[in-house]
């Protein structure tokens, strides 16, 4: 397919960001469209990695779509579906608190065999479920949540620069805070580990929020017990809601910011957001990855009209985490 030459497509960087996006199990259909259309226009894919899972006994932080387990097959086709692009999957595994008796599970095991046969990462909170797939899959990569440090919040820029360097010794890569990355300096601390570090940008918490503990431990038990009512809202909600502190107190990274990071050294980035309706996710890659007066407007159109209409012609329900019928096709 050609598309008029004059016409942008990504926002010019000097060094590519590598991108990693919340669509695993919540928003595939939208992902898997948007590759196979730049795939078919020669564009370069625009992230390399998804990130969510299938509900399990080790999940954590948002509550998962896919609420019912997965036979093998389909797990299958989710990695391969990605694969095919050349993105790779990484499962969110982020429970507070695993069991030990529960590293065994049949189900979560069969989800890193997964993980493991694609070369995809897995991101955790449980330093001894980390400990546990490190020994028994030392092949797979292991990414620190942001809830860690979120929930281990430090007093000052040398502990906190510490605490991520005391991660490093058990996780290959760690998910540092916004607040860390916009203080002038901080993040010079990790310069020697600038390859495994990840950084959000669009965090949409309250800066240094006291809360994370205590309102992410809510949110995993009320996911645990089929989301059943209402989910425990921000503690900080009249603040959120205030536009003058959300812009005082903005902890959205720039698109000049990101180019400068990049620059830097810091290239591995990640959106924010998983379950977000399917075109508050457009819009969110089309911000950051896209250039906003070329390509994107009519992609996104494209999508979202394709979406309708697949959803219209099939007798099975489409949702936002189905893989879409051309994509199944070329698997």
């Known amino acids: 397919m050609e598309f008029r030459n ?82 790779r999957c990484a499962l969110t595994f982020s429970k507070l608190a695993v069991d030990e008796k529960d590293y065994d599970n049949e189900y979560n095991n069969m989800l890193l065999d997964y993980v493991e046969k694609y070369d995809g990462q897995v991101i955790l909170f449980d330093d001894g479920l980390a400990r546990y797939i490190k020994r ?49 300096g901080w993040l010079d601390d990790l310069r020697d580990r600038r390859d495994s570090v990840e950084i959000i940008v669009n965090q949409f918490c309250v800066p240094d929020c006291k809360h994370a503990f205590s309102h992410i431990s809510e949110l995993e038990e009320w996911s645990h017990r089929g989301c059943c009512g209402e989910g425990r809202p921000c503690y900080h909600l009249e603040t959120a809601s205030c536009i003058e502190s959300r812009l005082s107190e903005n902890l959205f990274i720039s698109n000049r910011r990101i180019s400068e990071l990049c620059s830097a050294g810091f290239t591995h980035m990640k959106i924010a957001g998983r379950n977000s309706p399917l075109p508050l996710f457009l819009d969110t890659l089309a911000e950051y990855f896209f250039e906003p007066t070329g390509v994107i407007s009519h992609i996104k159109r494209a999508i979202v009209r394709d979406f309708k209409k697949e959803s219209m012609m099939g007798f099975e329900a489409l949702f936002p985490f189905s893989i879409p019928k051309s994509v199944l096709k070329g698997l």
């Open 6 to 87: 004059d016409c942008d497509v990504y926002r010019d960087r000097s060094v590519r960001a590598s991108w990693k996006v919340p669509a695993f199990c919540c928003n595939d259909w939208g992902a898997l469209k948007l590759l196979e259309i730049c795939s078919a226009f020669g564009f370069e894919r625009p992230f390399d990695l998804v990130y969510g899972a299938p509900h399990c006994s080790w999940s954590g932080g948002r509550p998962s779509a896919v609420r019912s387990p997965l036979d093998g097959g389909l797990i299958d086709a989710y990695f391969s579906a990605y694969a095919q692009f050349g993105v």
């Open 136 to 184: 028994s899959r030392p092949r797979i990569a292991i990414v620190a949540s942001l809830n860690k440090a979120m929930c281990n919040l430090q007093d000052s820029r040398e502990s906190e620069s510490d605490y991520y360097r005391d991660l490093f010794r058990l996780y290959d890569e760690v998910v540092v805070r916004s607040e860390y990355v916009l203080r002038d």
